[in-house]
């Protein structure tokens, strides 16, 4: 009964989001308030559907319902509740349903805070939301639908993949999620924009926060994402250049971009274009990151089972949807004007640049992740794309970019005045290159000229972003929320480019055989065997190691890998064992019994990898402290006051230093 | 990005539940070839899998390569050597990096000529938005921006959002207070 | 900076009505045109991806199966011990001048149990041999196998150390190449025989007589 109910529920749902589609955008276009105002309930209505229909899913994967299919094929009677609820995301059909959820929810979020909008602008947001919500939604019914039942239920269901039984598994799906879906409010302001035919830029400001948010989340998603499968695989990286994490990692650059560029258009009515084009272009690589994942078109090791159905039918809908955007986008941009004006060294000069090198970067992976497909669909035969060509050509236009960052953070609008901060500018870059060679040589004793570059660069970044804040302290200024979060994200940047620059070419990596007593050399550190042991868990049998690490004689820390023999898939999953030592992982993975007592293992080691965490994590941190501002608050819902014109002395109050 | 290791578990199905890992403790008898067969390990790609370098790979096939390769290494083989018959064998697709060639002109030189574009349009937009900046009134200063208590003096600068405060201080300006 | 502004003053742009927020490159009026392509430049490019990524979906079925390399060119040279025979080796010097299949399989492998009917029913009625190559197998276990579920080849030869596997390009077991008189491998099927399979692309590559019945 109830596997229908949640079917039902999302038979609802679309039919709502049908209504809020049509409202919202018709609502507005035809001046009848009334449809107006039904936009709100259609949207509630389509959320109260959607969680009511996840609700029936997760509540049958809770009281193992094998009767329903999704539920068979990804639990299992052993599998802990935890897990059981995670599963809801586990695979294709579940996963759609998550994106449905959380766009719902984003939407909820969007009409409830935009209460100081006007009333038909924010319809027309909703209407397209509506219009993406409704799209997912046939498509999950008519291709994916999680609620279809096994006549007659099967005795046990096949559990979920042990890989998944992880909780990496619960953060980083919702999160990553929340990041791609977010990116459609983005979409739809930037629609919405177009829709009204708007030439000024007062929708720059009311997207910011929400372009921000959805850039945090999809920073953090990422960024779990590399953790998760680090630390999860006994082998392996944090970034394989694989064609999925491409798929998330281009809607991020695209957002960086779109961060930022909405700050010119915010504040000068500049880039006006640009900001559009890319509000469209960073939900639109998210689609197309959903159908490379779901279609079976590319070669990766994140690919859900392949299905050309399905493929074709989120092509379609990739089709209407961006390409109704961007054809809306050929009609109005061309209106939009601006008579602005700035120097070579203004700040909007920078950020120009940041956009069109953010912009290569996005087309260079893209490029590369399409390639395979491009060669095959001109008959070319295969053509494999790997790490190789993605690092060169990424660094291309990134390393200048990074160099820029630390310059353009000292500019002014308008006028770049870069003159007078020649002296901080300068000072910084020594600085940064002083510590990077001394690192380099010193810690490392090693000669690698990148690492000196990139450390250099992320500590010039990190050294740039101070000054200003640190000067407004000391000058008992004020510090905004926007800069002192903007100094955060950037001091984020910095860490992982240091972080990036010591990994890469500082990890060591080795494959040992090691019985009881033995130990092998790998890098600075000894590994030592000390004995292995047998071991259940609530789904598996497991065969745990005991291995001490030691450096210069001194113990540092014992690690316990384990081989596990799943019970139901009869897969064998290795789970490394890593302890984190001042920074540093110390990762080893157990491979095979060699007999004997003797084992097969891979030891790694990555130094300073913490940095590669915080980096990331400092980044969505700044991003939230920014979008929480108070301007974004202010009572805002006529068009910004033109230039030139004195500030109401509400306005003005808020601000004072 | 939810790894579904499609291809893992079908290999297991296909290859039987022989627990082979990507772990591969074969030594080399000296720390160059050691080196080069790290390097060799991770710029080819593994025929079989999803998307896994050499180095990563649990199927039995990579195995045999990996063998393969440690045999050709102390054959004294070079690096180009092994590369061609591992090509010759698995077709290109078994490279992580494209081939210099005709064929992959386009992907190696896209970045470049996507840079060229990009500065080529970055300065003609700077150009035309340069030579409106005096006429323009504008003052980045009005929205919303704080009193402009400090502007007097101080060529300009002032609190003003996303701006940076601080001066470099010649000798001879006052500082702030 | 006021260099600039002063060397500007000189070349003011046009009226405000020509200069678009993004796009100023102050040509005169009748620049319009090429400035409106500009912005149909993002539909166009999305039109093309589209229609690259339809064509991938077309081809998806086909996706990471690599044609092999070896298929229309002369099969490697090989020689390997025989199972159960120390010090005889057999392998391509033997085979000249001949069809045969050269089938890849392990005891380990699920998926050669089940193709190992369909080799049976194959050796049986037509008279092509078939040669094993026992991958990465203890002799015991192969030995085993066959004698358990049936011997459907003409020979078997072992190879401990897989290198013959790579030679030919072998992805996983079980995998079958069809090799002509002249040495040439004609066909390469990844994966178990099924008897469509066996009709489709290996009988119908054999001249008329060796894939019937033997006589």
Known sequence: MRPELGHFALILAMLLAGLQAFFGIVGPALKRDRWVSATMSAAAGQLVMVATAVGCLVMSFVDFDFSVRYVAENSNSALPLFYRITALWGAHEGSLLLWILLLAGWTAVVAIATQRLPRRFVARVLGVLGFLSFGFLLFTLITSNPFLRLEPPAPDGIDLNPLLQDPGLATHPPVLYTGYVGLAVAFAFACAAMLEGKTDSSWARWTRPWATAAWAFLTCGITLGSWWSYYTLGWGGFWAWDPVENASFMPWLVGTALIHSLAVTDKRGLFKSWTLLLSLLGFSLSLVGTFLVRSGVTVSVHSFAADPTRGTAILIFLVIAIGAALALYAWRAPTLKSNAGFELTARESFLLFNNILLVIAAATVFGGTMAPLIAEALGQGALSVGPPYFRPTFLLPILPLLALVSIGIHAGWKRGHLGDHARAILATLALAVALALAVVLGVFAGRHILAVVGLALGGWIILSSLVDPIDRLRRHLSLPRSILGMSIAHIGLGVAVIAISILEPFTVERDIALGNGQSAQVGAYDFKLIGTSNVEGPNYSAIRAEVTVSRNGRTVTTLFPESRQFWVRKQTESKAGMKNVHGTDLKLALGDDLGAGRWSMRAQIRPMITLLWLGPLLMALGGFCALSDRRYRTARATEPIPAGVAAPPGAAKEHAA | MLPLFAALVAALLVFGALPVHAIDPAQLPNPQLEARYDTLLHELRCPVCQDESLADSPADAAGEIRAQIRRMLLEGKTDAQIKQYLVSRYSEFVLFKPKYSWRNAWLWLLPFFLLAIGIVVALRIIRARVSLVDRDDADPDDELAPPREERLGQRGRSTRDGDPAHVSRPAGEGAAH | ?215
């Open chain 3, 1 to 215: 900076m006021s260099k600039t502004a002063a060397a500007h003053a000189k070349n003011l742009p046009q009226p405000a009505r020509t200069a678009d927020a993004t796009r100023a490159p102050a040509t005169p009026p009748a620049g319009e045109k090429p400035r409106l392509i500009r912005f149909i430049i993002p539909l166009a490019a999305f039109v093309a991806i589209a229609a690259v990524l339809g064509v991938g979906i077309k081809n998806s079925g086909t996706v990471g199966e690599i044609k092999s390399p070896l298929v229309g060119k002369p099969a490697p040279n090989w020689s390997l011990p025989v199972l159960d025979q120390p010090g005889r080796t057999f392998g391509s010097k033997e085979l000249a001048g001949k069809w045969y299949v050269l089938n890849f399989w392990g005891s380990w492998c699920f998926a050669c149990k089940d193709e190992h009917q369909e080799l049976l029913k194959i050796s049986s009625s037509s008279s092509v041999p078939i040669i094993g190559v026992d991958w990465r197998d203890d002799d015991g276990s192969a030995r085993n196998f066959l004698d358990t579920l049936g011997d459907p080849y003409a020979t078997v030869a072992t190879d401990h150390d897989g290198r013959v596997v790579v030679d030919w390009g072998v992805y996983g077991a079980p995998e079958s190449f069809l090799v002509n008189p002249e040495g040439v491998v004609v066909y390469k099927k990844i994966g178990p025989i099924t008897p469509e399979e066996w009709n489709k692309n290996f009988a119908s590559r054999l001249p008329p007589g060796l894939s019937d019945r033997k006589s």
